[in-house]
């Protein structure tokens, strides 16, 4: 049995219960999870060690990388300009960043870059990562190349690239990076321990991920891969999980993949979302920016991650082919290896689930849906 600690509120003991048995049944090593209800912590729990070997807790300020989990935080980011009249999500990116407009880019629109579908799935020039630490250089190539297909026409996972397209904007609207920008205006506002680019003095209580195979998307891998294909070329740079654990990627903003946090900082950050987009006695989101979140961009079978998703503004959404709660203006994300980040805003509350042993799934895995059918089952007693 592995200890939990923390604290769960009553009426959601089978929260805590599911987040237990993922230990026991689901193979998790090291983890947290924790659920704010109408902007208030509800659950707020963690276990397990750091390594397989069990010499060293999980603690409760623990953090870890949790890969595209960070979109929620750079989209939230794009989102709060929404809403303050200095982001128009329906004009042209090139109103706010001139040199995006080359390379037959005019008619792509902020939502795009928010949803998936502007065509910029990767980098046309084949890439280290290393070059992702290099902010202009990776900005500057995608503003210089061509789309690979017609924008909102279809969604293709922007996997790596969405982080430097929304964070550029945000630059490029407010003077600061977008790690900074969310810094000042969510994590420190909600108490949020959670970091696009995380300084010397968080190395201590980072906890390194427990590696899955390298990164490849759907119709990538296996057998000899067409390098025309859009899911290769989405594969650039090709990430290994061992990446995280180096010093520049800590360092790097990369808003795409590299945040640092767990579930507690998850979801603080998040909540504002679920409560309606003002939480904690912050107004982050005006509720017209709240309704635009679900207002559906692409449906169907997403060009690189070849499974069917549902993008709205900001956010995967739920959807009836591929439900993931029992009400309807849901909006999630997840990150490779498993992490899992959910808004509910018709039940009121954000759950999120970090772990250290990544699974093979691009955008989560059955272990956070464990804990969110919890969440639903406690809600409904």
Not at 157 to 172: A, C, D, M, P, T
Request: with cysteine; glycine share 12%; aromatic share 8%.
């Amino acid at each position: 049995m592995v200890d939990v600690s923390g604290r769960c509120d009553a009426g959601f003991e089978k929260v805590k219960d599911a987040f237990a048995q993922n230990f026991e049944r689901n193979g998790d090593v090291g983890a947290s999870c924790a659920v704010a209800r109408h902007g208030e912590l509800v659950v707020d729990l963690w276990g397990g060690t750091l390594d397989v070997e069990g010499t060293t807790p999980w603690v409760e300020d623990t953090i870890i990388n949790v890969f595209s989990t960070t979109k929620t935080m750079s989209c939230l980011s794009l989102l709060v300009l929404a809403s303050r009249g200095q982001v128009d999500v329906d004009a042209p990116v090139h109103r706010y960043w001139p040199e995006f407009e080359q390379a037959g880019k005019a008619n792509v629109l902020v939502r795009h870059l928010l949803s998936h579908t502007a065509g910029l799935a990767g980098w046309d020039q084949r890439l280290d990562v290393a070059d992702l630490y290099d902010w202009d250089k990776a900005c500057g190539l995608l503003a210089a190349q061509e789309p690979w297909w017609e924008p909102g026409w279809k969604s293709g996972y922007h996997g790596i690239s969405q982080g430097n397209l929304v964070g550029e904007v945000v630059r490029r609207v407010d003077g600061r990076s977008v790690g900074r920008f969310f810094d000042d205006e969510v994590a420190k506002p909600f108490a949020a321990d959670f970091h696009i680019g995380t300084g010397p003095e968080h190395d201590a209580r980072i906890a390194p991920v427990i590696p899955a195979p390298p990164l490849v998307y759907g119709g990538a891998g296996g057998g000899t891969p067409d390098k025309a294909s859009i899911p290769y070329r989405a594969s650039n740079p090709r990430l290994a999980a061992e990446d995280s654990w180096t010093i520049p990627w800590r360092r790097a903003e990369i808003p795409a993949a590299g945040g640092h946090g767990n579930a507690r900082s998850v979801a603080l950050a998040q909540c504002a979302v679920s409560a309606g987009g003002s939480a904690r006695g912050v107004d982050l989101l005006t509720p017209a920016t709240v309704d635009r979140i679900f207002d559906v961009q692409a449906a169907g079978r997403d060009l690189v991650l070849g499974i069917g998703v549902t993008f709205g503004v900001g956010y995967g959404l739920n959807s009836p082919r591929a439900p993931i709660s029992p009400n309807a203006r849901v909006c999630y994300w997840g990150g490779w290896g498993g992490s899992l980040v959910v808004n509910d805003v018709d039940a009121g509350f954000t759950m999120a689930y970090v772990m250290n042993r990544m699974g093979e799934g691009t955008v989560g895995d059955d272990r956070a849906h464990t804990i969110l059918r919890a969440c639903y089952e406690a809600l409904g007693d």
